[in-house]
């Protein structure tokens, strides 16, 4: 236990014979359960756990029959730690690249009371820039600026990360089925918890990389993929939150400034139609156009002002 409290940590793991081993020595003592799902890796991961579970009675092996994706196993993983009656729950990945010596100090503010969420940034320190691939680090960077509109945790980054440590009461609310099942499950999560009202501490890690680790991310699907993902998780957070869990005006301002944009399409369309074919500005038009741009950037702006003010209750700094 740590500080009195039944600590369990879900390992999702596909095709990581090489690392697993080495994480889950690295692995302190104070842990009470460690969770590790197969996602039906192809190589002899099974095989590698099985020999550890002879050595810690700690570990449960979960195999599924068919690949659900990373965040299909950390489902799978967090529904075992509730069953267990676990009180905290860590998540991390087996590839060996999260400190763990670290975990501490994510754990600490949820223990304490403190954070209901703690989660790892690997950008603080200015490592990720120099160790991360730059067309993965500016990746990241996109899908997180894009997750701070999305999610309400504007003070969060790196929402890519899957460093985590949560406190069973907040996980309880969420409908984990809802959560999506592959690479963007960090930056859903969090979408997930903002309509709890969760509070979420963001915690400066040391990033490590080049330890044998083989990554199977794609930047030219994941980013589509979750870019279409936050899309549609906007309107269903605004739904969610600020409709059916407590009305707030600022959906109004949302919808009134979309709408503008909408109204501005077809003005733009014959702006450019009439320049091009004609060689004249429309004088009226652009005008119009002008306006209702800019309208539509105040409304807009208004309420992501209306989105950060009211969530800044959940908003906890790294000391």
Same mark, same amino acid.
């Given at each position: 236990?740590?500080?009195?409290? +039944?600590?369990?940590?879900?390992?999702?793991?596909?095709?990581?014979?090489?690392?697993?081993?080495?994480?889950?020595?690295?692995?302190?003592?104070?842990?009470?359960?460690?969770? /590790?799902?197969?996602?039906?890796?192809?190589?002899?991961?099974? $095989?590698?756990?099985?020999?550890?579970?002879?050595?810690?009675?700690?570990?449960?092996?979960?195999?599924? $029959?068919? !690949?659900?994706?990373?965040?299909?196993?950390? *489902?799978?993983?967090?529904?075992?730690?509730?069953?267990?009656?676990?009180?905290?729950?860590?998540?991390?990945?087996?590839?060996?690249?999260?400190?763990?010596? $670290?975990?501490?100090?994510?754990?600490?503010?949820?223990?304490?009371? +403190?954070?209901?969420?703690?989660?790892?940034?690997?950008?603080?320190?200015?490592?990720?820039?120099?160790?991360?691939?730059?067309?993965?680090?500016?990746?990241?960077? #996109?899908?997180?600026?894009?997750?701070?509109?999305?999610?309400?945790?504007?003070?969060?980054?790196?929402?890519?990360?899957?460093?985590?440590?949560?406190?069973?009461?907040?996980?309880?609310?969420?409908?984990?089925?809802? /959560?999506?099942?592959?690479?963007?499950?960090?930056?859903?999560?969090?979408?997930?918890?903002?309509?709890? !009202?969760?509070?979420?501490?963001? /915690?400066?890690?040391?990033?490590?990389? !080049?330890?044998?680790?083989?990554?199977?991310?794609? *930047?030219?699907?994941?980013?589509?993929?979750?870019? +279409?993902?936050? @899309?549609?998780?906007?309107?269903?957070?605004?739904? $969610?939150?600020?409709? /059916?869990?407590?009305?707030?005006?600022?959906? #109004?301002?949302?919808?009134?400034?979309?709408?503008? =944009?909408?109204?501005?399409?077809?003005?733009?369309?014959?702006? @450019?139609?009439?320049?091009?074919?004609?060689?004249?500005?429309?004088?009226?038009?652009?005008?119009?156009?002008?306006?209702?741009?800019?309208?539509?950037?105040? #409304?807009? =702006? =208004?309420?992501?002002?209306?989105?950060?003010?009211? !969530?800044?209750?959940?908003?906890?700094?790294?000391?």
């Amino acid at each position: 236990m740590y500080k009195n409290k +039944k600590i369990a940590i879900v390992i999702p793991c596909y095709n990581e014979s090489t690392q697993i081993g080495s994480v889950i020595e690295s692995l302190p003592e104070y842990l009470d359960h460690i969770i /590790i799902i197969d996602d039906k890796s192809k190589d002899n991961t099974i $095989e590698v756990v099985n020999k550890y579970k002879e050595k810690y009675d700690k570990i449960t092996l979960i195999c599924h $029959e068919k !690949n659900k994706g990373n965040g299909g196993a950390r *489902i799978t993983g967090i529904k075992e730690a509730l069953r267990i009656e676990a009180e905290i729950v860590c998540l991390i990945d087996g590839d060996g690249q999260m400190d763990i010596t $670290e975990l501490p100090r994510l754990l600490n503010p949820v223990v304490d009371g +403190k954070a209901d969420i703690c989660k790892g940034n690997r950008f603080f320190s200015g490592e990720a820039w120099q160790n991360m691939p730059k067309i993965r680090y500016l990746g990241n960077a #996109f899908l997180s600026l894009l997750t701070k509109i999305v999610s309400g945790y504007w003070h969060i980054a790196d929402f890519q990360s899957g460093y985590f440590v949560i406190k069973a009461q907040v996980l309880n609310l969420i409908n984990l089925d809802h /959560i999506y099942t592959n690479y963007g499950f960090p930056n859903d999560l969090l979408i997930h918890a903002n309509t709890v !009202n969760a509070k979420v501490k963001d /915690i400066a890690i040391r990033p490590v990389y !080049n330890v044998g680790e083989k990554s199977g991310i794609r *930047i030219s699907k994941v980013i589509p993929r979750i870019s +279409k993902l936050l @899309f549609k998780r906007f309107f269903w957070r605004m739904k $969610e939150k600020y409709i /059916i869990r407590d009305f707030h005006p600022l959906v #109004f301002f949302y919808f009134i400034g979309t709408l503008l =944009f909408l109204t501005a399409i077809p003005l733009g369309i014959r702006f @450019f139609y009439k320049w091009f074919t004609e060689g004249v500005v429309p004088q009226v038009t652009a005008l119009a156009l002008v306006f209702i741009l800019i309208s539509a950037m105040q #409304f807009i =702006f =208004f309420a992501m002002w209306f989105d950060m003010d009211y !969530n800044k209750k959940n908003e906890l700094n790294d000391d």
